[in-house]
């Protein structure tokens, strides 16, 4: 049973790039959340998707904006990178129907440079 | 805003030691919480829900909510230097998790 995958693992951009990630739920799993994690800090909430649609939205700027596709998969999209972007990203999925808890994939580390 | 606070640490605790770890929260009507371990560099992996006041038992965990004084807890009984991660309490918010900042455990041989 494949858990939470996420790519790429890591990343370099250059300040004012735009960059994608990507996340394929846990088998059975159709609701996708992402996640920033900065250095030394928990993981802060960026929005969650839900039936190809923004459920709910965290306190991040619209440069930070997301997909979600027919099969669940999710993609994170950050356009004009701040150095303060550099993070680890994290994508959680879940099941809508029931509550059994979320499932984190190992993370994208992006470092903006 | 909702928050979650938790001691930055390290906690430091000799093998074979309770380590106990403690959490605090400010909404008062938040329900039920995640004690999540990430190794550095990893990703956080789950221990432990609690929804209802009290004790939750897991093997070496036990997490213990009280409602009353907002805050919950993470015992882990005869503490292994595998242990030595960092540990996120989280509460469950309406689809979202919100994350203390984590307490590093340091488990000594």
């Known amino acids: 049973d494949a858990g939470v995958t996420q790519s790429p693992t890591h990343l370099i951009k250059t300040r004012g790039q735009q960059v994608t990630l990507r996340c394929s739920p846990k088998s059975g799993h159709d609701t996708v959340s992402w996640y920033q994690q900065a250095l030394g800090q928990g993981p802060q909430f960026i929005f969650q998707y839900y039936e190809e649609e923004e459920r709910q939205r965290g306190n991040f700027p619209d440069r930070f904006s997301g997909h979600q596709f027919p099969n669940y998969s999710s993609e994170l999209n950050v356009n004009a990178l701040l150095l303060g972007d550099s993070a680890l990203y994290l994508c959680?999925?879940?099941?809508?129907?029931?509550?059994?808890?979320?499932?984190f994939g190992s993370g994208t580390r992006l470092t903006v440079v | 805003q909702k928050e979650v606070e938790q001691n930055s640490g390290p906690l430091s605790v000799p093998e074979g030691a309770i380590a106990s770890l403690n959490c605090t929260y400010s909404d008062r009507g938040s329900q039920s919480f995640f004690w999540y371990r990430q190794y550095s560099g990893k990703s956080p992996e789950l221990i432990m829900f609690i929804y209802s006041n009290g004790d939750k038992e897991d093997g070496r965990f036990t997490a213990q909510l009280n409602k009353a004084s907002q805050y919950v807890s993470l015992l882990i009984r005869d503490s292994q230097p595998s242990d030595s991660a960092t540990y996120l309490c989280a509460e469950d918010s309406s689809y979202k998790l919100i994350f203390g900042s984590g307490t590093r455990l340091l488990v000594r041989p």
């Open positions: 959680a999925s879940s099941v809508s129907t029931g509550f059994y808890g979320y499932t």
